[in-house]
């Protein structure tokens, strides 16, 4: 009895943000730039200078919302309410190859982010995924 309730306590001590390193709490500017500051800084494609936006420590809100993809520019990189039609997210869940706007060239869609590295964890994902639904706010919004 008393070691099933240390199992118990233990796991209770065990949160989501202690496992994955996100906040349980609504996504917020911050948190997504900390998320792109510690996946992209580092990356040939959105630092120094690359063609493609900076995802990296200088990250900025107004060049994502509502700005259009270099890429597929018929999408924007991010718009605020509809992740699903929002090109970060697309290109963070990997799945531009079923996009229209992929189907007659697939490589001018690009891979999926980040390159080169393990992609983001569900958790890290579902937090961006979240901030545009909830709008994208940006640094200076409640």
Partial sequence: MRR????????AGCSEEAATGV???PPTWDSVQ????????FSSCHGG??????????????ALVG????EVPSLQLVVPGDPANSWLMIKLDG???PRPECQAD????GVSMPQGVPVLERAERDLVREWIRL???????P
């Fill in 106 to 109: 697939p490589r001018a869609c």
């Fill in 34 to 41: 900390a998320i792109m500051r510690r996946s992209c800084v």
């Fill in 67 to 70: 700005v259009a993809s270099r």
């Fill in 23 to 25: 906040d349980a709490g």
């Fill in 49 to 62: 200078r690359s063609a493609y936006p900076s995802l990296g420590a200088d990250v900025d809100h107004a």
């Fill in 4 to 11: 099933a309730l240390w199992c118990l306590l233990a796991l």
């Fill in 135 to 141: 709008g994208a706010p940006g640094p200076r919004d």
């Fill in 95 to 97: 799945t531009m190859a």
